[in-house]
């Protein structure tokens, strides 16, 4: 709105308009580092589907395959530490409930009285640990893949012809998995979207937006200002991915 003032804390911006406050507030839940890794997740698995069933208009579509193959790597790499020693709703201690958490937040959801949640809910925790694992067995596995013909991963001479059948396997199979999940995923983000919670936006901007009344589990200081040793921490995740992916790039 153009005609609006912002009054912003640490954590809240309160919106106003023509002087009159707004029902809503903006909470800021993701920062900087969490977006950008959704981004690039998103379009790595994209450009992976796409080398692996399409590939037009590329000379070696596998050798793209297996590139993008260390992007996911290294992006899942990066969001380990970052939700170990992260900040804010980065963190896993932050978002992974326990089972009986998880289960009782699962009963109130299928009751339709499920609270909100600022960062991610209990399903929406576990369902992230869920697809970080997918993402690292999928991309590890093919390391050691072959097609017999013109693409040898660059794990496949270090192990012996069975192991590099099992992973074959392996990726072959957990791909569907993979799909599942991605599938429950944009499940929640449209029943989200239907009571009024815009997770897209919130990973494009940061923010969620909620009304001025409402009770939010989990809203407290959500994007807290990096000290040095969480920076530390941040340029050694950043590093590390940046240093996988870079591997990736020397394939022939």
């Known amino acids: 709105m153009s005609s609006n003032r912002f009054r912003k804390s640490s954590s809240e ?70 939700g170990l020693v992260g900040s804010g709703h980065a963190r896993f ?49 093919g390391l050691f893949l072959t097609d017999d013909l013109l693409f040898e991963g660059p794990l496949h001479d270090r192990v012996p012809a069975s192991v590099a059948e099992g992973l074959a396997w392996v990726h072959h199979t957990n791909i569907t998995l993979l799909w599942g999940l991605i599938a429950l995923h944009l499940m929640a983000i449209v029943w989200h979207g239907l009571r009024g919670e815009w997770l897209i936006w919130a990973m494009v901007h940061g923010r969620k937006h909620f009304r001025r009344d409402e009770s939010v589990v989990d809203e407290g200081e959500p994007v807290p200002p990096l000290r040095p040793r969480r920076r530390l921490a941040l340029g050694l995740a950043i590093g590390i991915a940046v240093l996988v992916i870079w591997q990736g790039a020397q394939l022939p």
């Open 13 to 82: 911006t309160v919106l106003h308009d023509q002087g009159e406050p707004s029902p809503l507030r903006s909470v800021v839940i993701w920062g900087l580092a969490i977006r950008l890794f959704h981004l690039l997740l998103i379009l790595a698995i994209i450009g992976m589907w796409y080398t692996a069933e399409v590939g037009a208009g590329l000379d070696f579509p596998m050798v793209w395959h297996a590139r993008l193959g260390y992007c996911v790597i290294g992006l899942v790499a990066f969001r380990v530490i970052w």
């Open 93 to 141: 201690s932050r978002f992974v409930a326990s089972p009986r958490t998880t289960w009782r937040y699962a009963a109130d959801f299928l009751a339709g009285r499920a609270p909100r949640h600022a960062g991610h809910n209990p399903l929406g925790g576990w369902m992230t640990l869920a697809m970080l694992l997918v993402l690292a067995i999928q991309a590890s596995s």
